[in-house]
C-alpha cells in the first residue's frame, strides 16, 4: 500500500486510533523495523545530549506501537513520529492531539462512587407505570439473580431521581440491603471530563465493599472477577447513572449471582441482552400541572388552571425545568404574582436562549434573581474540574471567607441550582454546570477565570502539605514546603481527619493536576500525595498524577515525578519499567544539581533492584546512597538506606553487616524518637538473626517490637511482628505458642483488610498444625491461603500440598 501524504493525527479521538495513525506512519515511512527506529531515537536524543542511561530498546520501540495500553510513553512516541517524520510542524501537531487524547484518557480515570443512594427529590410526581415496571422486574421476589432495568430519556427529564427514587424503594422495603451509585458521566458539559473508565468505577466499587487498595487487581479482568465475587448472594443494589454506551457498562454488572442493576442513560442502551428498557418521557400534562399544585400552591394553580397547563407547556414539562420555575415563582418577591404574569416572563427568556428552550428559560429564571455576587458563584462553580466540592472550594473559588461561601452555597441550594450531597458537599447538574460554564465565558474575563483557578489550586496544594503532615508526619521534611496562600483550609489536627479530607478530595486533587502543569501545581501534587496514594494501593490514580508532573519543563519537578513513576510501577512487579524511571530521574537530578534529588533516585533505585532480587548491585547503589544521604545531613534518608542494606546484606548471606546497618539505623530511630521506625527496625534486626538460625535472639527482638507496636498503638507493625514471632516460635518447636500468636495476627489483619497478612497467618496456621499431626486443620489453612495468594495474584507457597484439592475431595 503506497502513501503520498504522511497520516494525519487529528483525525484521531482515542488513543487507541492514535496508535493506529502511528501505524500508518510507520508503513509510510518505508516500515522500518522497531529495532532500526529504537536506533534511529537513540542518536537522536543523544545529539539532544540524553544521558546513556535514558537509551531505548526494541521491546520498548514495539511497545508504543500496542494498543491496549493505558498510557502511552509521550517522550518517546514523540520521537517515534520525529525519527519518522523530522518535520517540526508534523510532530509539533502529534504533540497537540497527544495531549489531548492523554488528557482525556487521564480524565476518564477520576470517579467518585458511594455506597448508599442520594437523597430523594423533593416533591417527585406522577411516573406510576415506571415504578410499577422498575419493582416488578427488579424487586418482586428473590432480588438475586442480577436483572438490570435501563431507563432512557432525555436531558433534565428526570431519570435520576426515577432511579433514585425506586431504589429508596427497594431499600425502604427489604429488597435490598444496600447500594453502590456511581455517576458514569456518559454526557458531561466540559470536554475535559469524559466518560469514567470502567476499571476506575470497579476500583472504587471495590474499596466500598471493603476490599483493602493493596488487594484490588490491577486489571480490568482481575477487578470484574473480585466484584462479582464480593457481590455475589448480596441484596446489593447497583445505580449506574449516566450512562455513555454499552461497553462502559458491561464491565460493572455483577454475574447471575448478584443483586439487581438499574441503569440510567440519554440513549436506549438495546445492546445489553436481558435487560428491561423503561424509556422516559416528559411529565404528562396533568402530573405536570400536579407538580405545579405541590410546589407553588393548590388555590394559586387551581384559580387559573389553565395558565398553570400553558406555564407547562413552555417549560416543555421538563422535571428540572418545572422545578426551577416553581422556585422562582414562589420566591418572596414574586409571590404576588399572577400564574399570567409568570407566563409572560417566560415567553420573554425566549430572546436569550442556550441550551434547550426550556432548560434554558427556566435556568435563568434562577440565575436572574440571584445577587451578583451568588451569580458569581454559580459560573466559578461550573469551572470546578472536579465533580463536587466543599464551602472550603467554594471559598478558595470565589475569594471569600469560609462563613461567606457556606451562606453563598446555602442560597445556590435554596434555589435549586447546587445540590448538598453527603458530607456537605455541593454539585452541579450536567445542564445548570453547560449553563453557568456559557455564563463565564460571556460575564468573567479570562483572567478572572484563571485567578479562580489558581487560588483553588493554591488551596488544594496547601490543604494537601498540611493532611500529609499529619498522615504521614515522618516523611515531612521530604516533601516541599508550600506557602500558606491565606484561604480557610479546614481544621485537620491528626491522622484521623487528614486521611478522611484526602479520601473525599482525592478525585479532585487528580482533576486539579490537568489545569496544575503550567504553573507548578501539578510537581507539587505529585511529590506531596506520594506516600498517600502508595499506602493506599490507588495505582492508577498515582500513574495519571505522576506521568503528568514527569511532563514539566523543570527538571527538579521531573525527577521527583520520575521517582515516584519508578516507585509506582515497582508496587506491582513492573520492575523493568521502575529501573527506567529511576535512571532517568537520576539523570535530571544530577542534569540540575539537584543532590537532595539525586540521594532519592539512588534510593529508589536500590530498592527496586533489591525486589527484583538483583542483590549486588543494589547493595552497590545503596551504598552510593548512604554516602550522599551523609553528606547532605539527611538523617531520614540515611536510615532508609541503612534500612535497606541491612535487607540486603541479609539476602546475600552477609548477616554481620547486616546486622550493623540496621542497629546504625536503630541509632538513628532513638535520636528522632519515632517509635514506629525504632520498631520497624527491631523486626529488621530479629529476621536477619531469624536467617542466620539465632531463633532464641530473634524472638527477643519480636517480643520488643510488639510491645513497641502496642503502646504506639500501630497495628502494621502490630501484626507484622506478631507474623514474625510466631514463625520464629515455631522454628524453636514451640508449636502452641506459634498457633495462638498466628491466630492473634489473624484477627488483626481481618480487621485490617489485610490479605497479604491474613494469607501469612494462614500459612503459618497450616504448618503449625501439620506439626501437631492436625491433618484436616492443615488443610483449612492451606487452602485459606490459597486463595488469599489467587485473590492478591502473588504465586502460591511452594510448601502448599500439590494434592490439596484431591485431598479435600478425598475427605468430604
Known amino acids: 500500500m503506497a502513501f503520498t501524504e504522511a497520516p494525519d493525527p487529528r483525525h484521531a479521538r482515542t488513543l487507541a486510533e492514535l496508535i493506529a495513525q502511528l501505524r500508518l506512519l510507520k508503513a509510510w515511512a518505508g516500515g522500518p523495523s522497531y529495532a532500526q527506529i529504537a536506533e534511529r531515537v537513540n542518536r537522536l536524543w543523544t545529539a539532544a545530549g540524553r544521558p546513556p542511561g535514558e537509551r531505548t ?18 517522550d518517546l512516541l514523540l520521537a517515534v513520529v520525529e525519527v519518522l517524520h523530522p518535520d517540526p510542524g508534523y510532530v509539533a501537531a502529534w504533540q497537540d492531539v497527544l495531549r489531548v487524547v492523554r488528557g482525556r484518557a487521564e480524565a476518564a480515570t477520576f470517579v467518585q462512587a458511594q455506597l448508599g443512594l442520594p437523597a430523594t427529590i423533593p416533591h417527585f410526581t406522577g411516573r406510576r407505570a415506571e415504578l410499577a415496571r422498575l419493582a416488578a422486574v427488579l424487586g418482586e421476589g428473590d432480588v438475586a439473580g442480577g436483572p438490570v432495568a435501563a431507563i432512557a430519556g432525555m436531558a433534565g427529564v428526570g431519570k435520576t431521581g426515577l432511579a433514585v427514587h425506586a431504589g429508596h424503594e427497594l431499600l425502604r ?87 439487581p442493576v438499574l441503569v440510567t442513560s440519554r440513549l436506549a442502551l438495546t445492546g445489553l441482552p436481558g435487560t428491561t428498557h423503561v424509556p422516559l418521557d416528559v411529565l404528562s400534562p396533568d402530573d405536570a400541572v400536579a407538580y405545579l399544585r ?11 388552571p389553565g395558565v398553570a397547563r400553558r406555564i407547562t407547556a413552555e417549560l416543555g414539562r421538563l422535571p428540572l425545568a418545572l422545578n426551577l420555575a416553581a422556585l422562582w415563582m414562589t420566591a418572596p418577591a414574586h409571590r404576588s404574582w399572577l400564574l399570567a404574569d409568570h407566563l409572560e416572563r417566560l415567553a420573554q427568556r425566549r430572546a436569550h436562549l442556550r441550551l434547550d428552550n426550556a432548560v434554558d428559560a427556566s435556568i435563568s429564571l434562577s440565575y436572574d434573581q440571584l445577587a451578583e455576587p451568588d451569580r458569581r458563584a454559580l459560573r466559578l462553580l461550573a469551572l470546578h474540574p472536579g465533580a463536587d466540592l466543599d464551602a472550603y472550594g467554594l471559598a478558595a473559588l470565589a475569594g471569600s471567607g469560609l462563613a461567606e461561601a457556606t451562606r453563598t452555597a446555602d442560597r445556590l441550594v435554596a434555589a435549586s441550582l447546587v445540590r ?10 450536567d445542564l445548570i454546570r453547560a449553563f453557568g460554564m456559557a455564563r463565564a465565558r460571556d460575564e468573567d474575563a479570562p483572567a478572572v477565570r484563571k485567578a479562580a483557578l489558581t487560588r483553588l489550586l493554591d488551596y488544594y496544594t496547601f490543604a ?18 508550600v506557602p500558606d496562600p491565606g484561604l480557610p483550609v479546614p481544621p485537620l489536627p491528626d491522622r484521623e481527619p487528614a486521611a478522611a479530607w484526602l479520601d473525599a478530595e482525592r478525585a479532585n486533587l487528580l482533576g486539579a493536576v490537568r489545569h496544575g502543569l503550567p504553573s507548578g501545581h501539578a510537581g507539587l501534587l505529585s511529590r506531596l500525595l506520594f506516600r498517600y496514594l502508595q499506602t493506599g494501593g490507588y495505582i492508577r490514580e498515582a500513574l495519571v498524577l505522576h506521568e503528568c508532573a514527569a511532563e514539566s519543563a523543570d527538571p527538579v519537578a521531573r525527577g521527583h515525578a520520575l521517582v515516584s513513576l519508578a516507585a509506582t510501577h515497582s508496587q506491582v512487579g513492573r520492575y523493568d519499567v521502575a529501573t527506567r524511571h529511576a535512571e532517568a530521574a537520576l539523570g535530571c537530578f544530577r542534569g540540575a544539581g539537584d543532590r537532595a534529588g539525586e540521594c532519592r533516585a539512588l534510593g529508589t533505585l536500590g530498592a527496586i533492584a533489591s525486589w527484583n532480587a538483583d542483590f549486588l548491585r543494589s547493595a552497590g547503589v545503596l551504598r552510593e546512597a548512604l554516602t550522599l544521604a551523609r553528606e547532605l545531613r539527611d538523617r531520614a534518608g540515611e536510615r532508609t538506606a541503612l534500612t535497606n542494606l541491612g535487607f540486603v546484606y541479609g539476602r546475600l548471606g552477609r548477616y554481620a553487616e547486616a546486622l550493623e546497618s540496621h542497629r546504625k539505623a536503630l541509632a538513628i530511630d532513638r535520636r528522632t524518637g519515632d517509635l514506629c521506625d525504632t520498631g520497624r527496625t527491631l523486626l529488621n534486626i530479629g529476621d536477619t538473626h531469624l536467617r542466620a538460625g539465632g531463633h532464641a535472639e530473634a524472638c527477643g527482638y519480636f517480643h520488643r517490637a510488639t510491645a513497641i507496636a502496642e503502646q504506639a498503638g500501630d497495628r502494621d507493625l502490630h501484626v507484622e511482628a506478631l507474623l514474625c514471632l510466631a514463625d520464629a516460635s515455631l522454628e524453636l518447636g514451640r508449636t502452641d505458642h506459634a498457633r495462638t500468636t498466628h491466630e ?12 497479604h497478612a491474613a494469607a501469612r497467618a494462614h500459612t503459618g496456621l497450616a504448618r503449625a498444625a501439620t506439626a501437631s499431626g492436625d491433618l484436616e486443620s492443615a488443610r483449612h489453612h492451606w487452602l485459606a491461603a490459597r486463595d488469599h495468594h489467587r485473590e492478591l495474584g502473588l504465586p502460591e507457597p511452594a510448601e502448599i500440598p500439590a494434592d490439596l484439592d484431591c485431598s479435600m475431595a478425598a475427605g468430604g
Open 464 to 481: 494537601t502539605a498540611t493532611a500529609m503532615d499529619q498522615y504521614a508526619p515522618r516523611l515531612r521534611d521530604h516533601r516541599p514546603r
Open 294 to 304: 405541590h410546589t407553588v400552591g393548590a388555590e394559586r394553580v387551581d384559580q387559573a
Open 173 to 259: 422495603t427489604g429488597r435490598c440491603d444496600n447500594a453502590l451509585f456511581v455517576n458514569l458521566r456518559g454526557f458531561h458539559p466540559d470536554p475535559g471530563r469524559p466518560p469514567v473508565d470502567p476499571a476506575a468505577v470497579l476500583d472504587s466499587f471495590l474499596r466500598l465493599l471493603g476490599v483493602p487498595g493493596h488487594a484490588v487487581p490491577a486489571d480490568l479482568a482481575g477487578k470484574m472477577r473480585v466484584y462479582r465475587e464480593r457481590s455475589a448472594g448480596r441484596r446489593l443494589l447497583v445505580v449506574l447513572d449516566n450512562a455513555g454506551s454499552e461497553e462502559q457498562v458491561r464491565p460493572l454488572l455483577p454475574d447471575e449471582r448478584g443483586g
Open 420 to 429: 448538598r450531597g453527603e458530607g456537605d458537599r455541593f454539585e452541579l447538574h
Open 57 to 74: 530498546a526494541r521491546t520498548t520501540v514495539a511497545d508504543c506501537f500496542k494498543t491496549g495500553r493505558a498510557r502511552p510513553n509521550t
Open 744 to 755: 492473634c495476627a489473624l484477627a488483626i489483619a481481618a480487621e485490617l483488610g489485610s490479605l
